[in-house]
């Protein structure tokens, strides 16, 4: 499958992404994994974005759109993709329309997956992440904890919470998000290409999302 998830923060991309690999081996595409391992790396890329990731600012179109072009041609993407983060401004989704119709390449679904305010407060200010950079399973202290508390039960690395996972920097991203992000569900439903679908439960958006292609 080649789609594209929308969703504010928190709105439960990431595990759906695993779950919809999991299905038919499409690779999972995360713009935000591959900043926070370039991060890490200490990358020229990484030093350019952390700024803008710990306040929970988009990073510039321009050094999203470069890593987007090179990744999308690798070999594993011809399985199929979902993209997780990405595009996440007209920009970047006009951009994308342009590399996909040089590389023949049709979307098959813009998944939108909406959820409340409240609720994204509470996923994500609870939520854990492996710091395991190759590793990153996620984790959450009230309804799926590690078997030892700060612990990864994959890889036995310390969980941490991210920078950008305070109340405040989430707070930012949500605001970003309705600002920058939320007119491309206009843009895709005038494709005719959009399913928004309520994303309390992930195997029931997976469900929908498979039924739906
Ligand atoms: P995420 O894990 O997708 O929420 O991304 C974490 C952070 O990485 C975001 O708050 C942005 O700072 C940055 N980021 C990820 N994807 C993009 C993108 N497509 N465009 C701009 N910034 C991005």
Redesign the pocket.
Known sequence: MRIILLGA?GAG?GTVSNLLTSHDGSVHI????I??NAVKAGTHLGNQ?KQ??DR????P?SL?MGIMEERLQEPDCQKGFIL??????IP?AEELDKLLAKLSIRIDLVANLDVSKEIILQRLTTRRTCSNASCQAIYNVKNNPTKVEGVCDKCGSPTIQRS?ETEQAILN?LD?YNKQTAPLTDYYSQKGILKTIEALFEDVVVKEIVSSI
């Open positions: 923060p991309k995360s713009t935000g994994d900043l926070r974005a803008f990731m929970g600012d988009l990073v179109d999203i997780d983060g990405f595009p996440r401004t970047q950008d991203r970003t």
